[in-house]
């Protein structure tokens, strides 16, 4: 990104949606070697482990996503002592959580442990990954911030190897450390591939540019704005979570393990999407801040234009592949069961046409939150993704089990139509309406 230039739409966007790929690869990684390496219990510990990686992402995009935004918009401004006060900032922030969430899994490793996994078959196992990922947090906090950092400064070369490294060391490491150390190993590994990422990411603040002193600032005022201008982001981790637990528990109670089955897929889909469009989100995210750093509605306004026939474009994209794939994703995700199989692939094609408004929804609430309607942006996330498809879903579902598709489906496209309502005929503005930022 350069000074006085508009943000070029494919080289966010194609480094954003690359590096979701290779994230979500990535988590992946773990489980896969530990299958491999290890029984079942092993596996399943793993994954017990997962909600304490969840709160440390939680918090991280809480402390790094504002801070990324508000660094892009002073460099908008050209204001360079105002990008490092709020870099000095948002380091100690990432300092002080990190260091903070990894005391508290230090001190509390045991019964952190038994909270998750008392059962004797995988307590073992989910201790020894425990005592190495419980410093997950010192360093993800500062590779989070750093993410989004490189990546809406435009270091693309030192965005793709960091992610690419870290996949390719994980892997390795797992497996070495894996067959000498067990599962501490396997945890340790995931750290240390994390950091030599992190490290890769720092070349960026030596190039041309692109340093930025850092500033011995902090202002407590000034980290709860950051906290809240990143929390509506952070909170679409929690709801992604509470949507999965409630689909999953209805179709648990009406249509037994079956049912579930087929329906994880549609839930599994549902999240592949949300996730692949933060590709035109993060784009939105560089584009609104530079034009309101540069105090232009012309910048704006190209910016809202480009996004909007972005998620268009993406969303028909999305429906295209799922009516495609649906008769091979059930396999994909490893369903057996013939009738299982063609029930799972009928359900996503009636889930298909969602994908358009769950891309829509996303690019609307994040422009909300970056002018300066943060409920909104949390209302038209929780609505999305929780709400809305989760009361359609048990309503249908009463009916039958291709219901709580149909439910899903219709969900993202009610709020969506409930947010344009909203603001069209009680708050008497546009959908994208940035007249509070009185840009010129």
Not at 34 to 45: H, I, M, P, T
Not at 214 to 237: N, Q, T, V, W
């Amino acid at each position: 990104m350069q000074d006085n230039k508009d943000v070029r739409f494919f080289p966010v966007f194609f480094a954003a949606t690359f590096g979701v790929v290779l994230e979500v690869i990535g988590v992946f990684v773990d489980v896969i070697v530990v299958g491999y390496l290890f029984s079942d219990d092993a596996f399943v510990s793993v994954n017990l482990i997962e909600p304490y990686i969840e709160l440390d992402t939680f918090i991280a995009y809480l402390v790094s996503v504002g801070g990324a935004a508000l660094i892009v918009r002073a460099h908008g401004a050209g204001d360079r002592k105002r990008m490092s006060e709020i870099f000095g900032q948002t380091i100690i922030m990432c300092a002080i959580c990190g260091i903070g969430l990894s005391l508290l899994y230090v001190l509390f490793t045991p019964g952190l442990v038994r909270f998750v996994a008392d059962d004797p078959a995988v307590y073992e196992d989910a201790l020894a990954y425990f005592k190495a990922m419980r410093f997950y947090p010192l360093v993800d906090m500062f590779d989070t911030f750093l993410f989004t950092y490189v990546l809406y400064r435009g270091g693309y070369i030192q965005f793709y190897l960091a992610i690419i490294t870290r996949i390719g060391l994980n892997a390795f490491l797992s497996w070495q450390l894996g067959l000498h150390m067990g599962m501490m190993g396997i945890g340790l590994a995931s750290v240390i591939s994390l950091l030599v990422a992190v490290l890769i990411k720092l070349t960026f603040l030596l190039t041309k540019g692109h340093a930025l002193r850092f500033s011995r600032y902090f202002d407590l005022r000034e980290a709860f704005e950051i906290a809240k201008l990143g929390f509506p982001e952070s909170s679409l981790a929690m709801f992604i979570f509470l949507m999965e637990l409630a689909i999953n528990s209805f179709t648990l109670n009406t249509y037994a393990v079956a049912g579930v089955a087929s329906v994880a897929v549609v839930v599994n889909v549902f999240e592949f999407i949300i996730y692949l469009s933060e590709g035109i989100s993060e784009y939105e995210i560089v584009a609104v801040n530079d034009s309101i750093g540069k105090d232009s509605a012309q910048g704006m306004n190209r910016a809202i234009r480009v996004t909007k026939r972005a998620a268009v474009t993406e969303g028909i994209a999305f429906i295209c592949l799922i009516f495609l794939a649906a008769d091979i994703l059930p396999e994909a995700f490893d369903i057996d069961n013939e009738e299982t199989a063609r029930l799972a692939a009928f359900m996503l094609r009636i889930f298909a046409p969602a994908a358009l408004f769950v891309c829509l929804s996303r690019i609307v609430a994040i422009f909300y939150q970056y002018t300066k309607r943060l409920k909104r942006t949390v209302m038209l996330f929780g609505m999305t993704v929780t709400f809305m498809p989760v009361l359609f879903g048990a309503l249908f579902g009463q009916l039958a089990p291709e219901g709580i598709a149909a439910g899903m489906a219709v969900g993202p496209a009610a709020a969506v139509l409930f947010m344009y309502v909203f603001v069209r005929y009680t708050k008497k503005e546009k959908l994208f309406d940035y007249t509070l930022m009185h840009l010129k």
